[in-house]
């Protein structure tokens, strides 16, 4: 079985600052990690993936993740937030072998960019 | 611009009365899944097919609810009688194979009262 479970449901940051978006795992195979990200009344947009090459992922937008197995995390982050990366992000899991667009995704993390 | 399209974006209905929401894919793409998202249990799989047949369908609750693919161009999701709890945003989402990443539609949103 697998799951994602998202640390904090609502991140607060000041433009320029750092983003960091929590997500750890569970998955009793090797998994396949993704961030998408969801403006209002829109669909999801997928940021970046892990698939099981490099462990630090740059996605789209200035986002990046890093798969840490020891930690079972897969956290989002970016240096500098911009006031256009207010939305809402999900962390999601599939396992290798298994449709990729079958996903098991987390509760997701509203995040709100201060001026 | 390749998108997946789903209509309507917007639907409120009467408790017991039947729904129909509908998705075109991606062009091509030979793998479609239905999710919904509410409050309470956030993005839940309801069921995916891969060209055009039926592959899980175990999230979703049979007595009420059916999905359908009558052609490659065009999936259906169909709920009836439909119930307040039925309420939510259903995504619709296709990917060129099993093996690559979905995209999802926009969504149309559901309200039974």
């Known amino acids: 079985a697998q799951s994602v479970t998202q640390l904090g449901s609502h991140v607060s940051v000041s433009e320029g600052a750092l983003v960091l978006l929590r997500c750890n795992y569970s998955?009793?195979?090797?998994?396949?990690l993704f961030w998408y990200v969801q403006y209002p009344n829109q669909g999801l947009q997928l940021l970046l993936k892990?698939?099981?090459?490099?462990?630090l992922v740059k996605g789209i937008n200035g986002f990046e993740a890093e798969f840490k197995k020891s930690e079972t995390s897969f956290h989002l982050t970016k240096p500098s937030a911009h006031m256009s990366d207010a939305a809402e992000y999900f962390c999601?899991?599939?396992?290798?072998?298994?449709?990729?667009?079958?996903?098991?995704f987390g509760r997701g993390t509203q995040l709100t960019v201060w001026p | 611009d390749a998108r997946v399209t789903q209509t309507p974006r917007h639907k409120v209905t009467e408790m017991g009365q039947e729904v129909t929401m509908r998705c075109q894919p991606i062009?091509?793409?030979?793998?479609v899944f239905w999710y919904r998202q509410t409050m309470m249990q956030g993005l839940e799989l309801l069921a995916y097919?891969?060209?055009?047949?039926?592959?899980?369908d175990s999230g979703m609750p049979k007595d009420r609810f059916s999905a359908e693919m009558p052609d490659a161009t065009l999936a259906t999701l169909k709920i009836q009688p439909s119930e307040p709890r039925d309420s939510a945003v259903y995504f619709c989402?296709?990917?060129?194979?099993?093996?690559?990443?979905?995209?999802f539609g926009q969504g149309t949103r559901l309200t039974v009262v």
């Open positions: 892990y698939t099981s090459a490099a462990t």
């Open positions: 999601a899991v599939t396992t290798r072998g298994s449709t990729l667009g079958r996903l098991y």
């Open positions: 989402a296709s990917a060129p194979t099993v093996n690559t990443e979905a995209f």
């Open positions: 097919f891969r060209n055009r047949a039926p592959l899980d």
């Open positions: 998955s009793s195979v090797p998994p396949y």
């Open positions: 062009l091509g793409h030979n793998t």
